[in-house]
């Protein structure tokens, strides 16, 4: 399941969310969970992906 980072721009705590494709698709309403603002940014992070194959 991905996980997805943001920062709460009222408090200015960093936090994560993990949500599969389908309900990140939906476009939830994320809240912070350390003040309940939804004055969030998402922010920008790297992936990896682990398959049986070579490159």
């Known amino acids: 399941m991905p996980a997805y980072e943001y920062e709460c ?4 705590k960093d936090f994560t969310v993990f949500l599969s494709l389908k309900e990140y698709g939906e476009k939830p ?6 003040c309940g603002s939804d004055y969030i940014l998402r922010k920008f992070t790297g992936f990896f992906a682990k398959t049986d194959r070579k490159s």
């Open 9 to 12: 721009k009222d408090c200015l």
């Open 29 to 34: 309403e994320i809240k912070c969970p350390h």
